[in-house]
């Protein structure tokens, strides 16, 4: 095995010479340079930055392979591999447990023994797989104090990216290539690039697949555990339930909303994505990805109009005809600009959907959820009802 240096350049847009990713990029490039990190705050603020100003829905560059929110990833992940044992920001990383990490979910995403700071690029892709399966069953509700979870995802990737820099900064060979007939997993499954002298790196491909994921599912948990809740819709209080009435002809003129909402719903977090660069000259349809996955998949139908006037409705049930109530409202998906300050920042309220999840979040970046999403529509409807940034 062989360690390469790598060095990233990429030319955004600028917008009077100070475009948010541009700055970015120039503050990842100077700690590359300096490979040091000096602080956890300085790491919360990197993945922050990361998380809200770079574009996940772009296009993938077909020379490059990668879009603008995959190269600072791949910044990320090298700048965390080059940071030396005993960096303060990374000490977790010399000692994290995955099986302690997860706690009672832990069964179900420990596949291997290695440690995650000793995995493969094999065992790395299918613990982050088996993360998305288990990720909306480790968030939990609480009426009071909103989502909460066991599991702290910000320190888990951060554990993972680093690991995805040592891989991503190295070449490879396998003993097994002198013994003849021997099986080549690795290849056989697309994960590697092959030089004439048998050296292999990992495939762009399959990069771009991790970051999807990575970043999607660190955007959505960013959301959920920092969402306000907001109750302003209660099936006790009469008087305001009759603010937000709904009819038959609400539901019939969003039958395709619905149908379209329900298999995001049924997605994991950053499959949309994922399928989205894996084949981005043919994708135009949520179908495609839900298929793709569940090639047996029946979808959901809409629940009939006196259920949905009632209490304790799934939001994915009620924010198709909420749209039609107020259709200013824009609706993002994680495939779309869910959670990107570009495209909040630029509309008062607007909806964030991704994987079942339901936010409103306000132009200045305040997150609110609620057990009922009529309320987030009140709020919508409030003049002072902006918030404070999360």
């Known amino acids: 095995m062989k360690e390469y240096s790598i060095a990233f350049s990429v030319v955004f847009p600028a917008a009077n010479g100070h475009h948010p990713k541009m700055v970015l990029v120039v503050e990842v490039d100077k700690l590359l340079l300096a ?40 910044e990320i992940c090298v700048l965390l591999h080059r940071a030396p044992l005993g960096t303060p920001a990374l000490a977790t990383y010399e000692c994290l447990c995955l099986t302690t990490a997860l706690g009672p979910y832990a069964s179900r995403v420990v596949l291997h023994d290695e ?36 599991v702290d995802y910000p320190v888990l990737m951060l554990v993972l ?34 030089d004439k002298e048998g050296w292999r790196c990992v495939r762009p491909a399959c990069v771009v697949q991790v970051l999807d994921d990575v970043h999607a599912l660190l955007c959505l948990a960013r ?31 969003s039958i395709d909303d619905f149908y379209e909402m329900s298999m995001v719903a049924d997605c994991m977090v950053g499959n949309v994505t994922q399928y989205k660069h894996k084949f981005q000259f043919l994708f135009h349809s949520i179908s ?39 259709p200013d409202i824009p609706l993002f998906y994680e495939h779309t600009g869910a959670g990107q300050r570009t495209v909040y920042d630029a509309h008062r309220f607007s909806w964030v959907f991704m994987s079942g999840y339901i936010l409103l979040i306000s132009r200045e970046g305040a997150a609110f959820c609620a057990e009922d999403i009529r309320s987030l529509l009140l709020l919508s409807a409030d003049p002072a009802g902006d918030g404070a940034p999360v």
């Open 115 to 150: 440690a995650l700071s000793d995995m493969c690029w094999i065992q790395l892709s299918e613990t982050l797989t088996a993360l998305q399966l288990i990720f909306k069953d480790t968030i939990q509700w609480d009426a009071a104090q909103g989502c909460h979870t066991v």
């Open 35 to 74: 490979q040091e990190l000096t602080s956890e705050t300085m790491l919360g603020q990197l993945l922050d930055a990361w998380i809200t100003e770079c574009d996940r829905s772009q296009q993938v560059d077909e020379e490059t392979k990668y879009n603008e929110m995959h190269v600072v990833g791949l």
């Open 288 to 326: 495609q990805v839900v298929y793709y996955h569940f090639p047996s998949y029946e979808r959901q139908r809409q629940q009939p109009m006196a259920f949905l006037e009632g209490s304790g409705i799934s939001g994915t049930n009620l924010l198709p005809l909420l749209l039609q109530l107020n």
């Open 223 to 253: 959301l959920l555990l920092t969402a306000q809740v907001v109750s302003l819709h209660t099936a006790v209080a009469d008087e305001i339930h009759d603010e937000v009435r709904l009819y038959n002809h609400h539901r019939e003129a």
């Open 161 to 194: 990216l680093k690991r995805v820099g040592f891989w991503l900064a190295r070449q490879w060979r396998r003993v097994e290539d002198d013994v003849a007939d021997g099986e080549d997993p690795e290849a056989l499954q697309g994960l590697v690039d092959l």
